[in-house]
């Protein structure tokens, strides 16, 4: 026999080959072929549906976001309101409180210009009764003494001296 080169071409070498794998597509298309077509379109399809199912979640995840940017929106102009009437409620109150005070003052002033009123009716019938009673004991003096008129002018001005002496008596 002869020693075949790398380079030779065997002829029935060749055939068997060629039949070996014409052999080995037929039975891998009948048994292989299918389950793995089969396997790569069930890969495709869960490919498929976990983009759909992530397009699905990321929808929904705008959706939450959006909400929650509306819900925080509408947390913000209430709280803004809130505060506003807080405010403004505050403002009523002072005013309130003010009016009160201003009231009660009023009163107070009206009570003390009462009282002064009152003090000062009083302490001027305390002084015309102090008068009264000056005047009488110094007719009194002039009637039972008979005196010249220096005389008479001398006891008026010891009488009025002692005035501010005898309202204090009384």
């Known amino acids: ?24 597509l037929l039975v891998l298309r009948r048994f292989a072929w299918g389950p793995i077509l089969q396997i790569a379109a069930e890969r495709e399809k869960s490919i498929r549906d976990a983009i759909e199912q992530a397009k699905k979640e990321r929808e929904a995840a705008e959706r939450v976001i959006a909400e929650a940017r509306a819900e925080a929106e509408k ?9 506003r ?44 009764d102090v008068a009264a009673d000056l005047a009488i004991d110094a007719a009194r003096k002039l009637v039972t003494l008979s005196l010249d008129e220096h005389k008479q002018k001398q006891l008026v001005e010891e009488y009025l001296k002692s005035l501010p002496a005898a309202a204090q008596k009384h």
């Open 85 to 128: 009437r807080a405010q403004a409620e505050l403002e009523v109150a002072k005013a309130d409180a003010m009016d009160r005070a201003r009231a009660e003052a009023d009163k107070q002033r009206t009570a003390a210009f009462k009282d002064i009123e009152e003090a000062k009716s009083r302490a001027l019938t305390e002084i015309r």
């Open 1 to 24: 026999m002869f020693a075949a080169g790398i380079t030779d071409i065997n002829p029935g070498l060749a055939i068997w080959t060629v039949v070996t794998f014409v052999v080995l």
């Open 75 to 83: 947390s913000r102009r209430e709280s803004g309101d809130a505060f």
